[in-house]
DNA sequence: TGCAGGATGTGA
DNA sequence: CACATCCTGCAA
């Protein structure tokens, strides 16, 4: 089982995005600390017509092409923000976005963020997670490896068998690709 | 329980 | 004009 973020960071996107399940995803800010296990995520590659960098590098896709470990916050029909963790190579336009969080720390502030009392709807969608994380857009080209957005390792291993792999959400090119991955059986994932 | 509709920046 | 979303309201 992997542990450290290093040898996390040089799986191949799809691999990764399997193995980010389980990690805790977790940001410190003056209002507080957040944290919550991974229990969903999407990959995205570069040769998939889903991907925001499928096409050429531009103002918005920019943080994909950075090292593994660049932090991508994209706004998303002109009010939600979805944040992603880029893959590969430098100059390889790959990631993998997280879809959903099982909240283990701050969860009052996630409450209060979120404006509802009820666990599972804080942290079930790719938006959703982002607003009760505090994650905002200058969050842009951070990198997971160096800033106060982080990843632990989890504590014990995701077993191959628990983990189910599905098409994508909300997307119709690329609708077909099994890029959908989530821990069996998990409460908090997004689509109940 | 399910779906239509609205809010609205970015890029093809 | 389509879009990696979420929330509300209204119908069954």
Redesign the pocket.
């Known amino acids: 089982m992997i542990t450290d973020i290093s040898t996390l960071l040089q799986l191949d996107t799809l691999s990764l995005s399997k193995e980010l399940l389980g990690w805790t995803l977790t940001l410190s800010s003056e209002e507080g600390t957040t944290s919550g296990i991974i229990v969903e995520t ?1 990959a ?1 590659l570069q040769d998939d017509p ?4 499928y ?2 590098k ?4 920019a943080p ?1 092409f950075g090292q593994a470990g660049t932090i ?1 916050v ?7 923000y ?1 944040v ?1 963790i880029a893959c590969n190579q430098e100059n390889i336009g790959e ?1 993998v ?1 997280i879809r959903a969080l099982e909240p283990t720390q701050g969860i009052e502030l996630m409450q209060e963020r ?1 404006n ?1 009392l009820i666990l599972k ?1 804080l942290c ?6 982002v607003q009760a994380m505090g994650i905002h857009k200058d969050m842009n080209f951070w990198t997971i490896q160096q800033s106060n957005l982080s990843i632990l390792p989890p504590q014990s291993n995701i077993a191959e068998n628990d983990i189910v792999t599905t098409t ?6 690329g609708a077909d690709l099994p890029y959908r991955f989530y821990i069996k059986n998990n409460p908090f994932i ?1 689509r109940r």
Do not use: D, V
């Open positions: 999407e995205y889903a991907c925001h960098a096409r050429k531009s103002t918005r896709n994909m991508y994209y706004q998303i029909y002109g009010m939600h979805c992603n990631a976005l979120r509802s709807n079930s969608g790719p938006a959703k997670l994508r959400i909300g997307i119709t090119q997004s």
